[in-house]
Protein backbone atom coordinates (compact mmCIF):
# COMPACT_ATOMS: atom_id res chain seq x y z
CA UNK A 1 0.00 0.00 0.00
CA UNK A 2 2.29 2.27 1.14
CA UNK A 3 5.65 0.74 -1.68
CA UNK A 4 6.36 4.45 -3.57
CA UNK A 5 6.19 6.84 -0.21
CA UNK A 6 9.34 8.54 0.32
CA UNK A 7 8.93 10.22 3.85
CA UNK A 8 9.97 13.83 3.83
CA UNK A 9 11.45 13.90 7.47
CA UNK A 10 11.97 17.52 7.58
CA UNK A 11 7.73 17.93 7.89
CA UNK A 12 7.68 14.91 10.09
CA UNK A 13 10.02 16.25 12.65
CA UNK A 14 8.06 19.74 12.60
CA UNK A 15 4.87 17.52 13.16
CA UNK A 16 6.13 15.79 15.67
CA UNK A 17 7.54 18.68 17.19
CA UNK A 18 3.81 20.51 16.69
CA UNK A 19 2.64 17.47 18.47
CA UNK A 20 4.32 17.29 20.93
CA UNK A 21 4.06 21.40 22.00
CA UNK A 22 -0.08 20.80 21.43
CA UNK A 23 -0.19 17.60 22.89
CA UNK A 24 1.43 17.88 26.09
CA UNK A 25 0.98 21.46 26.72
CA UNK A 26 -2.85 22.11 25.85
CA UNK A 27 -4.63 19.07 24.85
CA UNK A 28 -3.93 15.72 23.00
CA UNK A 29 -7.13 16.08 20.33
CA UNK A 30 -4.84 19.24 18.71
CA UNK A 31 -2.71 16.54 17.39
CA UNK A 32 -4.59 16.16 15.13
CA UNK A 33 -3.80 20.00 14.25
CA UNK A 34 -0.06 18.68 13.65
CA UNK A 35 -1.26 16.26 10.99
CA UNK A 36 -3.26 18.42 9.25
CA UNK A 37 -0.33 21.03 9.03
CA UNK A 38 2.19 18.16 7.79
CA UNK A 39 -0.31 16.52 5.54
CA UNK A 40 -0.84 19.79 4.00
CA UNK A 41 2.80 20.66 3.36
CA UNK A 42 3.53 16.94 2.29
CA UNK A 43 0.79 17.34 -0.18
CA UNK A 44 0.50 14.42 -2.78
CA UNK A 45 -2.37 12.87 -2.37
CA UNK A 46 -4.23 11.09 0.80
CA UNK A 47 -1.67 7.84 1.11
CA UNK A 48 1.27 10.26 1.17
CA UNK A 49 -0.67 12.61 4.03
CA UNK A 50 -1.24 9.30 5.90
CA UNK A 51 2.30 8.11 5.81
CA UNK A 52 3.80 11.81 7.38
CA UNK A 53 0.88 11.74 9.47
CA UNK A 54 1.58 8.65 10.99
CA UNK A 55 5.20 9.27 11.26
CA UNK A 56 5.10 12.48 12.71
CA UNK A 57 2.17 11.36 15.17
CA UNK A 58 4.42 8.09 16.07
CA UNK A 59 7.16 10.29 17.14
CA UNK A 60 5.70 12.84 19.03
CA UNK A 61 3.84 10.11 21.05
CA UNK A 62 6.81 8.38 21.40
CA UNK A 63 8.76 11.49 22.87
CA UNK A 64 5.43 12.81 24.88
CA UNK A 65 5.25 9.21 26.35
CA UNK A 66 9.22 9.05 27.46
CA UNK A 67 8.46 12.75 28.99
CA UNK A 68 5.11 11.40 31.03
CA UNK A 69 7.26 8.13 31.75
CA UNK A 70 9.99 10.29 33.64
CA UNK A 71 7.28 12.37 35.36
CA UNK A 72 5.25 10.22 36.91
CA UNK A 73 8.29 7.89 38.04
CA UNK A 74 9.61 10.77 39.30
CA UNK A 75 6.19 12.46 40.73
CA UNK A 76 4.28 9.07 41.53
CA UNK A 77 7.54 7.84 43.57
CA UNK A 78 7.19 10.49 46.61
CA UNK A 79 3.60 8.92 46.72
CA UNK A 80 2.88 5.15 45.89
CA UNK A 81 6.90 3.96 44.76
CA UNK A 82 9.28 3.94 41.51
CA UNK A 83 7.09 0.83 40.75
CA UNK A 84 3.79 2.37 40.28
CA UNK A 85 4.73 5.82 39.06
CA UNK A 86 6.98 4.05 35.93
CA UNK A 87 4.24 1.37 35.62
CA UNK A 88 1.87 4.13 35.71
CA UNK A 89 3.80 6.46 33.52
CA UNK A 90 4.66 3.78 31.17
CA UNK A 91 0.72 2.72 30.63
CA UNK A 92 -0.16 6.22 29.93
CA UNK A 93 2.57 6.06 27.55
CA UNK A 94 1.41 3.47 25.18
CA UNK A 95 -2.04 5.33 25.20
CA UNK A 96 -0.44 8.13 24.15
CA UNK A 97 1.92 6.78 21.32
CA UNK A 98 -1.69 5.04 19.94
CA UNK A 99 -3.60 7.85 20.12
CA UNK A 100 -0.50 10.52 18.52
CA UNK A 101 -0.48 8.20 15.96
CA UNK A 102 -4.04 7.54 15.04
CA UNK A 103 -4.75 11.49 15.17
CA UNK A 104 -1.61 12.12 13.31
CA UNK A 105 -2.88 9.28 10.17
CA UNK A 106 -6.17 11.22 10.37
CA UNK A 107 -5.24 14.49 10.41
CA UNK A 108 -2.21 13.72 7.58
CA UNK A 109 -4.91 12.49 5.27
CA UNK A 110 -7.51 15.26 5.85
CA UNK A 111 -4.40 18.03 5.09
CA UNK A 112 -3.91 16.16 1.94
CA UNK A 113 -7.01 16.26 1.15
CA UNK A 114 -7.17 20.31 1.88
CA UNK A 115 -4.56 20.97 -0.32
CA UNK A 116 -5.16 18.45 -3.24
CA UNK A 117 -9.02 19.81 -3.28
CA UNK A 118 -9.00 22.87 -1.92
Known amino acids: MLENITIDWK???IGAVIAIILGLLLTPLL???AGIIVGYMVGGGYKNGAAHGLV????GGLV???ILI???GILGSATVGLGVG???GALR????VVFFTGLGIVGGVIGALI???V
Open 64 to 66: AGV
Open 31 to 33: VLV
Open 86 to 88: LTV
Open 93 to 96: AMVY
Open 56 to 59: SGFI
Open 115 to 117: KNY
Open 11 to 13: WAG
Open 70 to 72: LGF
